[in-house]
């Protein structure tokens, strides 16, 4: 089973930007996700892609988040703009469909 290790998150202000990184311990699955999940909702997906690059969003953040991944580096990253609050979750990266979650990485979106 390869081990995800996310990072990146912070506090950041209505309108800024964070990138997220996913290490992985050996190569990546072929579909990698990031998912998000705020207190007392469920946990969803925000991205994916595929090994040869294609990704799909949900409408919520279509066109503010893109997912890369370098299959080289065994890494995946989350390019987050225009954050809104409602963006402020803990942040996931896994396969999808996903396995068993890490620790994640808290995202906090406030003025």
């Known amino acids: 089973q390869v081990q995800l290790v996310e990072s990146g998150g912070g506090l950041v202000q209505p309108g800024g930007s964070l990138r997220l990184s996913c290490a992985a311990s050996?190569?990546?699955?072929?579909?990698m996700g990031w998912y998000r999940q705020a207190p007392g909702k469920p946990r969803g997906m925000v991205a994916r892609i595929t090994r040869d690059g294609s990704t799909s969003y949900p409408d919520s953040v279509k066109g503010r988040f893109t997912i890369s991944r370098d299959n080289a580096k065994n890494t995946v990253y989350l390019q987050m703009n225009s954050l809104k609050t409602e963006d402020t979750a803990v942040y996931y990266c896994n396969a999808f469909p996903p396995g068993s979650w890490g620790q994640g990485t808290q995202v906090t979106v406030s003025s």
């Open positions: 050996g190569s990546l699955y072929s579909i």
